[in-house]
């Protein structure tokens, strides 16, 4: 059974950053080929991509964080990571880490939920004016 857990959430004034890990455990198959993306709610609001990574089609990040994020992972250690500078308070909510994989299809933010197969429970992000 697969299993993504977060971390590294937190309270963080804004301007600050944060580094949020996902690890992943039970793939069976090449992690390394699996599209990971990290997506995030607001309370009252739908859940968004910001970003996302593999090897094909290496990182995309959702407009709202391009240039003051870095989404990353480490294949050995079946970890992907998001680092979020500047924080701004519209960047609160939960985060979560997503895994997925079709063929043929580009690994991106903008894929529908339920085009990942594999949610983790989630890591809270909040930001402090």
């Known amino acids: 059974q697969v299993q993504l857990v977060e971390s590294g959430g937190g309270s963080v004034q804004a301007g600050g950053s944060l580094r949020l890990s996902c690890v992943a455990s039970?793939?069976?198959?090449?992690?390394?080929?699996?599209?990971m993306g990290w997506f995030r709610q607001a309370p009252g609001k739908v859940r968004e991509g910001v970003a996302t990574?593999?090897?094909?089609?290496?990182?995309i990040y959702e407009d709202s964080v391009k240039g003051r994020a870095t989404v990353s992972r480490d294949n050995a250690k079946k970890t992907v990571y998001l680092e979020i500078y500047s924080l701004k308070p519209e960047d609160a909510g939960m985060y979560y880490c997503?895994?997925?994989?079709?063929?043929?299809?580009?690994?991106?933010?903008?894929?529908?939920?339920?085009?990942?197969?594999?949610w983790g429970p989630g890591t809270q992000v909040t930001v402090s004016p």
């Open positions: 990574i593999n090897n094909r089609d290496g990182t």
């Open positions: 997503a895994g997925g994989f079709m063929s043929g299809d580009t690994c991106s933010p903008t894929r529908p939920r339920d085009w990942f197969a594999y």
């Open positions: 039970g793939i069976t198959y090449s992690y390394s080929g699996v599209c």
